[in-house]
Each structure stands twice: as C-alpha cells, then as structure tokens.
C-alpha cells in the first residue's frame, strides 16, 4: 500500500514539473519584425539649436524574445539599421546631413543593437493590449566601435484576433522607444561650425510591430 502511495505522489510530481515546465515554455515567446510591411520605421532624430534633424528608413530587423509574466527574467532585444538607408525625405539634404560636413558613418553600414537588461524597478508582466514602460541598457555597434547605451520602450503586446490579423498574423509585439548615444562615442565628430545645427547626442527611435510568426 505504501509502495503505491509512494508511486502515485512520485507520479504526481513528475507531472507537476512537467505542467509547470510547459507553462513557463508557453509565457516566453520570440517576435520578429522588419520594414517590408511599409509600417515599420525607424528614426533618426537629432535636435540642435537651430534644426531639428529626422532621418527614416525601413530599411531594418528586429527581434525580440520575452517572457510574458516577467518582461525582465532574461529579455533579449536585438535591431540592425542599415545606416546608409536613412533619409530625411530630401536628396540634396541627405547629401549634406550624410558627409564630412555633418555626420560621417565612416564607412559604416550597419547599427546593430543588443539589449542587455532592462533596468525598471519591478518584474512588469505583458497583459493582453495594455503597454508597459520599460527602461535598459544595452550594446550599439557601429562599424567597429561598441559603447552602453540607454534604452526606452513602451511594450505591448496583443493576442491573435481578427483585428490584429489585419496587420500581421500570430501574437504581435509593438515595440515604441528609442536608443539614446552620443555620435561622438562612435568617433563621428561633428564639426565646430556645424554644432548649431546638428548635435552629438542622437535618438534612433523605433516603432515596429513584431510577430511569432514571421
């Protein structure tokens, strides 16, 4: 009798831990994201004394893998821009905001960034359709010079519906922040004449859905 007792919780645990191990499966989902929908952008932003500088591509790829019930237990948060994309609207302004007159990528193509934690003050947990404010830091790469940098996003995310469906199957992810650097952390110094109408501190400011099924 005691060796069928002892069986039987034996048996129970197991399928606890199993129960619990597919719950904590299910509560972390991976989203993806780029601009070929042409309804994700992302966005220079540069505000100096004089202008205000706003640069758009969609011209990137995004992925995000969090945890449902815990956006902080282990979030990763990755974005590729190709730099070279990035246009004010205007050509012949491309050409002067993009040069040695103002900013020079330095032959780089690519900023990539990596999340590295988010440092809010509590374990935000994503409930369907409501966003949560999220501050980090992480790593941005341009050609090759790494720095930490900030992070700010307000993420949301929305369960499958018919609505949701019109935009991008599977569960999406909305993604709204931007990362906060200095050009000058990347060796692009922007000249002393030209500090009046370009700063060093820049935003690259993202707005993207993501999907599981993309």
């Known amino acids: 009798m005691k060796r069928n007792i002892t069986l039987i919780a034996v048996v129970a645990l197991i399928v606890m831990v199993a129960a619990a191990a597919v719950s904590q499966t299910g509560m972390r989902k991976m989203f993806r ?41 282990g979030a990763s948060l990755e974005l590729n821009v190709q730099l070279g994309t990035l246009s004010t609207g205007n050509s ?44 980090g830091r992480g790593v941005l790469t341009i050609g090759s010079i790494i720095d930490t940098v900030g992070v700010d996003v307000s993420i949301r995310y929305l369960a499958a519906n ?8 599977g569960d999406l992810l909305h993604l709204n922040g931007a990362i906060n650097f200095r ?4 060796g692009i ?23 599981t099924q993309m």
């Open 33 to 73: 994201g780029n601009g070929d929908n042409n309804r994700n952008f992302v966005v220079m932003e540069n505000n100096a004394q004089l202008q205000s500088t706003l640069a758009k591509t969609s011209s990137f790829d995004i992925s995000a893998d969090i945890r449902l019930d815990s956006i902080q237990d």
């Open 92 to 135: 012949s302004y491309d050409m002067e905001v993009f040069s040695s007159r103002f900013i020079d990528w330095k032959g780089a193509s690519t900023a990539n960034f990596r999340l590295l934690d988010f440092t809010v003050s509590r374990n935000y947990a994503l409930e369907n359709e409501k966003a949560v404010p999220a501050t």
């Open 162 to 169: 018919d609505v949701t469906l019109g935009r991008l199957p």
């Open 183 to 186: 050009l000058s952390s990347f």
């Open 189 to 211: 110094e922007i000249p002393q004449e030209a500090l009046l109408r370009m700063d060093d501190k820049v935003k690259l400011r993202f707005d993207v859905y993501c999907s």
